[in-house]
């Protein structure tokens, strides 16, 4: 997990992990006081060097359909769908 701290608060936040191939970046967020001033972006490029680093070659992510700014996002920072299926499976009840 990397961070972006502003005035000793956590304002920025990405969590990413790989299995030595694919790296997956699981949440990217960033307090909506500091939002559109490129720290998102600035998250994201330190995920994906870590990745690098960790020997990752491509960088996968989940976004709910619904979700439309975080759709775009991504997008502005080089995203683009990928034609594949999520299949899930609740373990409980």
Known sequence: MLGIKKDGELIG??????DG????VY??????????VG???ELMRA????LREKGAVKVQLMVRSEN??????Y???GYEPSDVNVLSRWLSG
């Open 13 to 18: 936040t990405v969590m990413a992990g790989s």
């Open 21 to 24: 191939h694919r790296g997956w």
């Open 27 to 36: 949440y990217l967020t960033v307090s909506t006081a500091h939002q559109r």
């Open 39 to 41: 720290l998102g972006s």
């Open 47 to 50: 995920a994906e060097e870590w």
């Open 68 to 73: 439309e700014p975080a759709m775009i996002f």
């Open 75 to 77: 997008e502005r920072v």
